[in-house]
T-cell receptor
């Protein structure tokens, strides 16, 4: 157990729907990162939050959004889902922002049918 | 942005042999290079990292080397064991965002 908790582990939904993925960082970690892992794209950075504020944005689609709450948990919202959004979505956390290795959760596998 | 290339994509070695995975990066400003191991059904796990002010770092059977001039870094695993079988990812960073390589699937044959 890495200490980063992601729920749900698996999610199957239809095209056009909206889902919310949840992440609880390790105790004491202020930074939360979201990554998408697909077979053809590898690990792609989506977005980072630090202590409730957005810090960095990567290849995140406009249909996707995220937020970090006062208790530091984070949610990734995916809307108007398409078949191509099927992937593993990982959350990672770290104590601080910047160049420090972070800890990944076990991921949420999203399947859009 | 940064572009990280990783080779080989698959690697099979006999138990006890060494394994080497190589990565190149494009942005000379990148200064932090972590390596992650991902086992089936799990998230990536940090196994070793190196910063740009260091040329080599070792942790038991795992070592990483960095050549800033050539912009490449490598992971070396010695005395491989079946439990080393996994997908390995290199990454490069100069700030908050990690740019990952495409992964190397390592199989250690008993």
């Amino acid at each position: 157990d890495s200490g980063v908790t992601q729920t749900p582990k698996h999610l199957i939904t239809a095209t056009g729907q909206r889902v919310t993925l949840r992440c609880s960082p390790r105790s004491g970690d202020l930074s939360v990162y979201w990554y998408q892992q697909s077979l053809d794209q590898g690990l792609q950075f989506l977005i980072q939050y630090y202590n409730g504020e957005e810090r960095a944005k990567g290849n995140i689609l406009e249909r996707f959004s995220a937020q970090q709450f006062p208790d530091l948990h984070s949610e990734l919202n995916l809307s108007s889902l398409e078949l191509g959004d099927s992937a593993l979505y990982f959350c990672a956390s770290s104590t601080r922002t910047g160049n420090y290795g972070y800890t990944f959760g076990s991921g949420t596998r999203l399947t859009v049918v | 942005g940064e572009n990280v290339e990783q080779h080989p994509s698959t690697l099979s070695v006999q138990e006890g042999d060494s394994a080497v995975i190589k990565c190149t990066y494009s942005d000379s400003a990148s200064n932090y290079f972590p390596w992650y191991k991902q086992e089936l059904g799990k998230g990536p796990q940090l196994i070793i990292d190196i910063r740009s002010n260091v040329g080599e770092k070792k942790d038991q059977r795992i070592a990483v080397t960095l050549n800033k001039t050539a912009k490449h870094f490598s992971l070396h695993i010695t005395e491989t064991q079946p439990e080393d079988s996994a997908v390995y990812f290199c990454a490069a960073s100069k700030g908050n965002q990690f740019y990952f390589g495409t992964g190397t699937s390592l199989t250690v044959i008993p």
